[in-house]
């Protein structure tokens, strides 16, 4: 198991900041890839960003390219997600999730192995 527990989520006005923060812990982080995933009522959980063991690789959603950036800190054992220019359609519940194959970034939600258990995300107009 990866214990993951999200936080920094909150509200927003349109063009203002946050940083998502996603805790984790186990000896087999390093070697994980990590993602954000985000979800709305009655919406599937899309994928926002990834970024493989190491940190060498990065994908993201079209959406949020140039305006969001996923980092990781293997020493403290977190994951980042820098979101800068937060529009409306970002509000969301924000998924913090783990891969056990760090090496091959996915947007498949059903390709990751654990889950937190969200952070809400609201962006006001």
């Known amino acids: 198991q990866v214990p993951l527990a999200e936080s920094g989520g909150g509200v927003v006005q349109a063009g203002g900041s946050l940083r998502l923060t996603c805790a984790t812990s186990?000896?087999?982080?390093?070697?994980?890839?990590m993602a954000w995933f985000r979800q709305t009522p009655g919406n599937e959980r899309r994928f926002v960003a990834a970024?493989?063991?190491?940190?060498?690789?990065?994908y993201y959603e079209d959406s949020v390219k140039g305006r969001f950036t996923i980092s990781r800190d293997d020493a403290k054992n977190m994951v980042y997600l820098q979101m800068n220019n937060l529009q409306p359609e970002d509000t969301a519940v924000y998924y913090c999730?783990?891969?056990?194959?760090?090496?091959?970034?996915?947007?498949?939600?059903?390709?990751?192995?654990?889950w937190g258990q969200g952070t809400q995300v609201t962006v006001s107009s």
């Open positions: 186990g000896p087999t982080f390093t070697t994980h890839a």
């Open positions: 970024i493989a063991w190491g940190g060498g690789s990065t």
């Open positions: 999730a783990a891969r056990d194959n760090g090496r091959v970034l996915t947007a498949q939600a059903g390709a990751y192995d654990y």
